[in-house]
C-alpha cells in the first residue's frame, strides 16, 4: 500500500500563499489519481481537487477553483497543492490520498496521508 506523507502546512493571513507537498513511498503508476481533500473541525471531509498521475487531468472544487492549483513531479513521486488568495474559510486539515481511477469521481481513495493543518487569520 502506497503511503503518503503531507507537509507544507502552516499559519498564514488572508489573501496569503502556502503550498503543500505529498510524497508518495512508491513510484505510482499509469492509472493512479492523486487527490487533495481538507477537513475543518466539526465538518465533514470536503473534496479538493484531483489529478492523474500520467496524463495530469486535474478535477477541482468550485470553491477552490482559481485559487488552488495541483502539479505533480513524477521523478519525486510527489504532489503539490498551491493555495494562493487564501480565506479563513480554507482553514482545515489538508490530507492527500490516492486511488486508481478517474478525477472525475472524488470516491474511492483508499490510501490517506496524517495531514497538515493549514490556518488562515483574517
Known amino acids: 500500500q502506497v503511503q503518503l506523507v503531507e507537509s507544507g502546512g502552516g499559519l498564514v493571513q488572508a489573501g496569503g500563499s502556502l503550498r503543500l507537498s505529498c510524497a508518495a513511498s512508491e513510484r505510482t503508476f499509469s492509472n493512479y489519481v492523486m487527490g487533495w481533500f481538507r477537513q475543518a473541525p466539526g465538518k465533514e471531509r470536503e473534496f479538493v481537487v484531483a489529478v492523474s498521475w500520467i496524463a495530469g487531468t486535474t478535477y477541482y472544487a468550485d470553491s477552490v477553483k482559481g485559487r488552488f492549483t495541483v502539479s505533480r513531479d513524477n521523478a519525486k513521486n510527489t504532489v503539490y497543492l498551491q493555495m494562493n488568495n487564501l480565506k479563513p474559510e480554507d482553514t482545515a486539515v489538508y490530507y492527500c490520498?490516492?486511488?486508481?481511477?478517474?478525477?472525475?469521481?472524488?470516491?474511492?481513495?483508499?490510501?490517506w496521508g496524517q495531514g497538515t493543518q493549514v490556518t488562515v487569520s483574517s
Open positions: 490520498a490516492v486511488k486508481r481511477g478517474s478525477v472525475y469521481n472524488t470516491g474511492g481513495f483508499g490510501s
